[in-house]
């Protein structure tokens, strides 16, 4: 477990070769099956590339990426960070990631000073408390999978059972996910932040199927994020428990849609999420 | 009336300069207490830059984009497109609006073939017609605000009263608006999806100070749209009568935080759009 830990926080360790040059390495246990950089390390990575070219009295309240080619796991992917605002109060980047010449991956960022102002928030739906609950690894061996989940460093609690949904499965539009780093992480703002942007990939498309008696495990379905965005509204820790909901509210044009609240264990709503991807039934 | 959507239809008309770069004019009438550009035109201008650089096959499904310095009313902007991305299925630009060296303005946006798959949507919520309603026009002059709204070729009616917040108002957290064009467009998709954009910078960040009992019209609040996305779940005109539900799940430093939904006339889910704004108090 603290191993799975210690990965993601060298994963979000990036080596800096330029002033604004970053090289993120890939996991150490690279499953070669799965072909592709997860979605979730290169938007991780890129915030932290973009994260060390601001004043440290900045924090990052919003990010908007896309996903643009899939990434190769057995190379490491750059970074280039673009510094496209330097503001009074408002700091903007943008990162380009590249492998083999072309970009994977696209991200803008904007950071802020602190200031304080109208507080409202949306309140956290009731929920069963995490330790209720079965981790995302038993849910798949008692659902006979037949294959371990990705192990991820992130500890995932599904509130609803089943997790995934077949053609039995009446449709269900929303859903709700305790999530938590599996081991303490250091006291770095950025690291936790970035750890929350690894994981927030995790479970978004899965929730545009659950209408549908569809999972990304059927060979029946081709998903892929297409794009990211994520508001910071306040601080959180990653290694504590977090709340997240999702819900979908639409699919077209083999597209899925997704939004998602992330509420700290007090209530407090800390993360906005939008994602689409894509869902594309297999003939 | 027929006016201002000709001026809109020219302003949404870039003059080509070279194979990716394009030159958007100004308001033929422009406000010059306003001081900088409307940022629902920069974002419609830029949007019809990338569009212009995409096969006519391929129609936009997503734009993210980030207002990163005021626009000047007294000269031109110029968008600079890169083709970041020319996939099989998905077209990805990057686009830079340029006023006097500087970035103001930087988007990106994503274009895919025409597919089908999954389908699912978000009802519409009941709400009276636009027909019963009175415009904004009639609503300022009613309010006594002692001023006009701005004419931007956009009919908006409000379904709720009073349109802003005071210190007497209960705290909403949610408004429905009908939009449309006031005239008739050409039939050209990407006039009607940039002419929504155009509109859709209109009430988002009002949404934000509903809870508080402030508005854009008090001297008491500085406001500025941040950041700007929206996802087109389906095709729609923008010269027939669209309903745009904004909610705000979030202010928190200094910044306000709104969701919009735009249904079409029959109750169709066409558009999603997110935008963080500033809304700093004034001392």
């Not at 040059?21 to 950089?37: H, S, T, Y």
């Not at 659902?143 to 089943?162: F, Q, S, Y």
Request: proline share 7%; net charge negative.
């Amino acid at each position: 477990v603290a191993s799975a830990v210690d990965d993601l926080i060298q994963l979000l360790d990036l080596e800096q070769i330029e002033v604004n040059i970053f090289r993120g390495a890939q996991p150490k246990e690279v499953n070669l099956d799965l072909q592709r950089v997860f979605g979730g390390q290169v938007a991780g990575q890129a915030l932290v590339a973009a994260a060390r070219t601001v004043e440290p009295d900045r924090a990052v309240h919003s990010l908007h990426a896309y996903f643009l080619r899939p990434g190769d796991v057995s190379i490491p992917i750059l970074y280039d960070v673009d510094h496209i605002r330097d503001g009074s109060s408002f700091t903007t980047r943008r990162v380009v990631a590249i492998q083999h010449g072309r970009a994977i991956f696209n991200l803008q960022a904007s950071f802020q000073i602190e200031e304080s102002g109208f507080e409202h928030a949306l309140p956290m739906p009731d929920v069963p408390d995490p330790e209720t609950l079965q981790s995302v690894e038993q849910r798949w061996i008692d659902a006979g999978l037949g294959l371990d989940p990705p192990e991820r460093g992130v500890d995932i609690r599904h509130v609803e059972d089943p997790i995934f949904s077949d053609a039995a499965s009446p449709p269900r539009f929303r859903q709700h996910v305790w999530i938590r780093a599996k081991a303490p992480l250091p006291d770095d703002p950025i690291l936790h932040t970035c750890a929350l942007v690894y994981a927030s990939d995790l479970t978004m498309m899965d929730t545009t199927l659950l209408p549908h008696g569809r999972s990304h495990h059927g060979t029946n379905v081709q998903m892929a994020s297409l794009d990211h965005a994520m508001w910071f509204h306040r601080p959180f820790r990653a290694d504590e428990w977090l709340l997240y909901v999702v819900q979908t509210p639409s699919a077209s044009g083999a597209r899925g849609f997704a939004e998602g609240k992330i509420f700290d264990r007090s209530g407090h709503l800390v993360v906005s999420v939008v994602q689409e991807g894509l869902i594309r039934p297999r003939r």
